[in-house]
């Protein structure tokens, strides 16, 4: 078996392709792609298996293209979709493509000289130039109405079962698009295969039968199984419906790591195959020690490191991992200080905060600054008895009636943590 589709097979990544695949990837260095579609100016976890594919299919030694879709983008795919999308205005589409192109460029290698090194193209540059005329003349007419109509992503709305009242003509060109996009890389960039999702299958091979029929050449189809949940639920999701991004800014790497960490067991153990480097021996070993303690997380906690590393850095997931131990107890004030202003409203997301002038928190007395100048405590009585009681930390660390708080104190410059006994957090924003 080749050894690209024989590491797609043991990591569970295998859904399909066309009879001599393996053989044409076995035969040479073989120039695939896989298309990501400018619906967000980041993409989210749900693109993270297609950039992977991309990755295994440059270290086994073959070329990947990563196509950037800035004119399928402008109609969108209607595979496994129920209604068509809100088309996005043209300026809104290129920022997106901008967006897209840079954030691939991190995970994939397009520097060196090596001929498998990556390129990045936009099929809006191709595309542009094309009047409707041509395009139904040089391409529509090779392709019958009965063949894009026996597609499951076309039959299934026609047919009601998606829940959708039919289709436009605009969603049903968009296989004959993405099949022309295949047509010009084979003839321009020598791409040979195109990869893609399961439900890409109808839409990856329109574009080897118009490569059979306009080029008379012969070109291949991969897809990778769609991901769910162990239970079958969405995965990529979260509980209120939010994607989690690639894209800091739109999802911290803390709320990333947390994603990733709260995985199920059954979930980690085919994740980290799904979603790491890790090789076959080391993964098995990681399951077999992860079941024999699994109360220690192991498996979900290498599984999270990994993607975090891959996807922001060593130090985005150090700061990840030094918050989830602020949150968990096994952290040091110093700790807690250091951490940024986002990372830690993400950590202590929903804590009552007040803002408060930095003259009422620098150098005041404890028992003032948790009662009237905060209101953290309802007066000074019940702050003095917490006191003594030995119920008050400022920064996860316990405080006496002696404390006052100073600039070093502050996370950020300009936080301060309150707390009372283990759960009740109060923050204070310095002014």
């Not at 118009?210 to 999701?237: H, M, N, Y």
């Not at 480097?277 to 997380?297: N, V, W």
């Not at 100048?373 to 019940?382: A, D, P, Q, T, V």
Request: hydrophobic share 35%; glycine share 8%.
């Amino acid at each position: 078996m080749n050894s690209f589709i024989e590491e797609l097979k043991w990591r569970g990544l295998f859904a399909d392709m066309m009879p001599g695949t393996d053989e044409q990837l076995d035969k040479e260095m073989t120039t695939a792609y896989i298309g990501f579609d400018p619906t967000a100016d980041s993409l989210h976890i749900g693109s993270l298996i297609q950039i992977k594919i991309l990755a295994h299919f440059q270290q086994h030694g073959h070329k990947p293209i990563a196509l950037v879709g800035g004119a399928t983008g402008m109609i969108g795919d209607p595979s496994g979709k129920s209604a068509e999308r809100n088309l996005l205005d043209e300026a809104t589409l290129l920022h997106y493509v901008d967006c897209l192109k840079s954030q691939l460029s991190r995970f994939l290698d397009f520097s060196g000289s090596e001929p498998n090194k990556a390129e990045l193209v936009n099929n809006y540059d191709w595309m542009k130039n094309i009047s409707f005329l041509d395009f139904a003349k040089n391409v529509g007419k090779n392709i019958t109405v009965n063949y894009m109509m026996a597609k499951d992503s076309v039959k299934k709305r026609f047919s009601g079962e998606s829940g959708a009242d039919g289709m436009s003509f605009t969603e049903f060109t968009y296989q004959l698009i993405q099949g022309y996009d295949f047509l010009h890389l084979y003839q321009n960039n020598n791409v040979k295969l195109q990869m893609g999702g399961s439900d890409q299958w109808g839409n990856i091979t329109t574009g080897t039968e118009l490569i059979r029929r306009k080029a008379q050449g012969e070109a291949f189809a991969l897809t990778v199984p769609l991901i769910t949940k162990a239970d079958g639920s969405k995965f990529g999701k979260s509980e209120s419906g939010e994607n989690y991004w690639l894209d800091k800014k739109k999802t911290s790497a803390y709320k990333f790591y947390q994603f990733w960490l709260n995985a199920t067991d059954d979930d980690a153990e085919r994740f980290i195959k799904f979603y790491t480097f890790l090789g076959k021996e080391e993964i098995g070993a990681l399951i077999e020690e992860h079941k024999t303690a699994p109360h220690e997380r192991k498996l979900q906690k290498k599984l999270a490191e990994e993607v975090t590393v891959w996807v922001h850095g060593r130090e985005e997931y150090e700061k990840a991992l030094k918050a989830s131990e602020i949150l968990f107890g096994r952290s040091t004030a110093e700790d807690l200080v250091s951490l940024d202003e986002e990372t830690f409203l993400e950590v202590f997301d929903g804590v009552p905060q007040k803002e408060v002038a930095k003259t009422d928190v620098l150098g005041v007395n404890i028992v003032d600054l948790l009662s009237e100048k905060s209101g953290f405590l309802k007066s000074k009585s019940e702050a003095i008895r917490e006191l003594k009681g030995n119920s008050i930390s400022v920064n996860k660390q316990k405080i006496n009636e002696v404390y006052t708080a100073n600039e070093t104190d502050l996370i950020d410059g300009k936080f301060l943590l309150l707390q009372k006994g283990k759960k009740s957090y109060f923050i204070v924003k310095v002014i």
